[in-house]
């Protein structure tokens, strides 16, 4: 799951520049080690049918999280990976995972072009002036 995150990251920064700044052979390359790692996931279920839930199903499930939001075309299908895409449909409707989802597309795009609003910076939200108390400074 680390492999898809550090991968996913990487071609998401890729994504996020100006199209003629993009290295097409990164996006390409580090799209392949992800779907390569789907893959696996998908060919060894075993993982998947521990009667409770563990740390390498959170991170497989955070994984699958990142990709569903940042990078959809690369989520596994229930076509594709039946297992995995079944799986994962059920790791999102539990409600410890359910209760810290992303809000729907159209909520996102809304608040981020608010702006920010000068008690968001205020020193009293803060706490010191310069916020390096967290520093120990």
């Known amino acids: 799951a680390d492999g898809i995150l ?7 920064t890729e994504l996020l520049k100006p199209e003629a700044d993009r ?18 996931l998908e060919a060894e279920p075993a993982w998947r049918r ?10 497989v499930g955070v994984a699958m999280a990142y990709l569903h939001f940042r990078l959809p075309y690369l989520t596994p299908t229930a076509e594709a990976q039946p297992g995995l ?11 410890s995972i359910a209760a810290t989802a992303p ?12 702006a920010p609003t000068a008690a968001a910076f205020s020193t009293a939200r803060l706490g010191r002036a310069d916020g390096l ?3 120990g400074l």
């Not at 290295?23 to 696996?40: C, D, L, P, Y």
């Not at 895409?85 to 409600?95: I, K, M, S």
């Not at 809000?103 to 608010?114: G, K, N």
């Open 6 to 12: 550090e991968a996913g990251g990487l071609v998401r």
């Open 23 to 40: 290295a097409a052979a990164v996006i390409r390359r580090q799209s392949g080690k992800i779907e390569a790692v789907v893959k696996r």
């Open 50 to 59: 521990s009667p409770t839930l563990d740390l390498g199903q959170i991170a």
């Open 85 to 95: 895409a079944a799986w994962y449909e059920a790791f999102a409707q539990r409600a």
């Open 103 to 114: 809000p729907p597309a159209r909520q996102r795009r809304r608040r981020e072009h608010q």
């Open 133 to 135: 108390e967290h520093h």
